[in-house]
């Protein structure tokens, strides 16, 4: 969605205040209708399985509805619930490199009664690039790719302790992490096993929605190597 006729500019125009008074506010349009910021929402919702207090570009978008109407960061995180780094960061990547100069235009900004020099746009999609891409440790773990390759061992493993947990003779045994990888390899050697390290990882980071309550023996014996 492009400036082309300035005369509707305050219906589309997205002003942020800056928090000391003397400087600019920023102005802003968004690229994308909304009919496309629905379908890149969708699209990271059917790749990425994000955490539920992450932001999403939907929740972004609605902040941009609140700057909107005047709002500052610091209410508009109030009101969303995430913090005012997190939706500054959205807008910093969301904001491409291609904005328009309006200042023969010499139109007034209607909340914050500055001249509007500079346009940023707002691009969505650069955000769906974000959410689907960025590289992280909890996003890697929770692709949805990554966790079908393991869907035949996370399914094992739960088994493994639920059998375990009913098993009132194993009262006093830990269950062994490193046991329960053994026998799905032993077992199941054509499918997909990962390696003890990584399951420790997995159970660090509580990946997968493993089951493992406190039987299972997440630490290993200590060696000259690894001792503490």
Not at 26 to 49: G, Q
Not at 71 to 87: D, K, M, N, P
Not at 101 to 122: E, F, G, M, P, T
């Amino acid at each position: 969605m492009m400036i082309e006729n300035t005369e509707n500019y305050n219906d589309t125009i997205i002003c942020i205040k800056s928090k000391i008074k003397k400087d600019e506010s920023k102005h802003y349009m968004v690229k994308n209708s909304s009919d496309e910021i629905e379908f890149l929402h969708d699209k990271v919702a059917n790749n990425r399985i994000l955490k539920e207090n992450q932001m999403t570009i939907l929740h972004f978008n609605e902040c941009l509805d609140f700057f909107k109407d005047g709002l500052r960061f610091s209410r508009v995180s109030e009101i969303i619930g995430f913090q005012t780094h997190t939706i500054r960061k959205f807008l910093k990547i969301a904001t491409s490199n291609d904005g328009i100069s309006l200042k023969k235009a010499k139109k007034v900004c209607r909340n914050c009664d500055q001249y509007i020099n500079y346009v940023n746009y707002i691009d969505f999609q650069l955000i769906a690039e974000h959410l689907m891409f960025y590289k992280s440790k909890r996003t890697r773990l929770h692709s949805k790719t990554i966790q079908n390759r393991w869907e035949d061992f996370i399914n094992f493993w739960n088994e493994e302790v639920r059998q375990y947990k009913t098993d009132k003779s194993n009262k006093n045994i830990k269950l062994s992490a490193r046991d329960i990888v053994y026998k799905f390899a032993s077992l199941y050697p054509n499918s997909k096993c990962p390696t003890i390290s990584l399951v420790y990882k997995w159970l660090k980071v509580n990946a997968y929605n493993l089951n493992s309550n406190n039987e299972i023996k997440l630490v290993r014996k200590h060696n000259k190597r690894n001792k503490k």
